[in-house]
């Protein structure tokens, strides 16, 4: 029972920061007796930390789902659009209807069916978008983990897809891949450099 009180959806995502794989949203309604000890912006936790507190959030919130825009979505409207579409769509998955939504950073989704407000740094502040940052970051990482198994040596499991040293260097080894983000700089020099698009999908 809600006793009347509104229901407030939480909305992250994770991956904007990455050349490779979708960016991974996820949509949080605790329910106003809930409480979760520990909830925090994902960043700030280890990663079995993060598996323990998405199981609570699991079992105990009133509602959850995931969403996500794809790289061919990405390089199509721009990472920033694609992040929105990403909260929209896990927002669409929920199967409880929320009153108002808090969405971390600076720009509210406009076609967020549902009033709310953005909150900068809200990942950090706000148990709702706590445990959605958390979500969506479980969530990508396992996704990470599966893209590591289909393209042995680019160690996504590892850097997670961010375009860190480690990566930069696989990628220049051994091209791009299907999963990387072709409109993104690293990537797309990596394309412009090579005779024909994704050498490395026939190996995998």
Known sequence: MTSGRRLVVGLDEVGRGCIVGAVVAAAVILGPDTRIDGLADSK???????????AQIKARALAWAIGRAEPGEI???N???????????AYAALP???????????????????????????????????????LAKVARDAEMAILDALYPGYQFAVHKGYPTALHL????????????RRSFAPV???????????????QA
């Open 188 to 202: 797309a020099k990596i394309l412009s450099d090579t005779d024909e698009f994704f050498p490395t999908d026939r």
């Open 75 to 77: 390089d199509r409207i």
């Open 169 to 180: 260097a696989r990628l220049a080894e051994l091209g791009a891949t299907s999963a990387h």
């Open 96 to 134: 409880v209807l929320a009153d108002w939504a808090k969405v971390d950073g600076n720009r509210y989704p406009a076609k967020l069916p549902c009033p709310g407000e953005a909150i900068v740094g809200g990942d950090a502040t706000v148990a709702e978008i706590s445990a959605a940052s958390i």
């Open 79 to 89: 990472i920033l659009q694609a992040s929105l579409l990403a909260m929209c769509r």
């Open 44 to 54: 700030k936790l280890t990663p079995r930390r993060r598996e323990d507190l998405a």
